[in-house]
């Protein structure tokens, strides 16, 4: 009888297709929330939600919630570029459009290759430069910058967003290489998030209706299980096998802009969009080339 478990590849695929989704619903209902409540207050209430459940699923499943020690600077690593590119990513998300916010985001696989160079001793090849060179030029498009009426400090920020949650996933699959429980690595990363944004929160707190409590509780739901998911995923396989599944994250948010706020991308974010997924497409097609090319003899 045929296996039909699916395989390490296939898992990452399908987990890194469930976190594009719940990431974009994510976005959607941290803009729902209103642009009145300050970010470090609903980056808090986003952490908040996966810490609880991260606790939970570690007490069921039985793991130890503490790391081992070789494990921590990664560990930390993780966290502090994770809570930088989330802050800065939803501030993006509260002034541009949701499609140019998420898309900003998704240079993060990018970002991934130039840090994996530091991190994990990867070099990446002149196909790989390249593919960074046009994903560049493609944010440069979204961010518009010097034109009349951009927001480009809110592009500014999603680009850096980008960068942090690029060098955030290096860790994680730096991690992974080192067999660290992935229910840790969110459970460490959230702890670590809450911790650095409750001062702020308390010191800038805004009073909240139901209806954005509500919101905001929903957006750490979807942003949970979107980290699992993620998560798993990178440690189901390596970031140049999945990067191209991770852009149905700016087609989910695109749907979400249009059906929530009657949002459309202008001509130039359009064109953004193609550089940035082009390259990304052209990587995976690239490295999937690659790996069938027969190897030379030594």
Known sequence: MADLTPSRRTRGILCILLAALCFSAMSACVRLAGDDLPTIQKAFFRNFVALLAALA??????????????????????????????????????????????????????????????????????????????????????????????????????????????????????????????????????????????????????????????FLMLAGLCGCIAQFAVTRAYLYAPAKELSVYDYTQVIFATLWGFLLFGQVPDALSVLGYLLVCGAGVGMFLYHKYKDKAPQPTK
């Open 57 to 214: 699923l570690i007490r069921r499943k039985g793991v130890s919630w503490k790391p081992a020690r070789k494990s921590l600077p990664a560990l930390l690593g993780r966290s502090v570029f994770g809570t930088a590119g989330l802050i800065l990513n939803f501030y993006a998300i509260d002034h541009l459009a949701l499609a140019d916010a998420n898309m900003l985001n998704k240079l993060s696989p990018f970002f991934a290759i130039l840090f994996s160079v530091w991190l994990l001793r990867e070099k990446p090849d002149a196909v790989q430069i390249g593919a960074v060179a046009v994903a560049f030029l493609g944010s440069l498009c979204i961010m518009k910058p010097g034109f009349q009426d951009t927001p480009f400090l809110p592009a500014l920020a999603g680009f850096f967003g980008g960068m942090g949650a690029g060098i955030a996933y290096t860790f994680v699959r730096k991690l992974g290489t080192m067999g660290e429980d992935s229910h840790r690595i969110v459970l460490f990363f959230s702890a670590f998030s809450c911790a650095v944004c409750l001062p702020g929160m308390l010191f800038s707190h805004a009073p909240m209706s139901l209806r954005q409590l509500g």
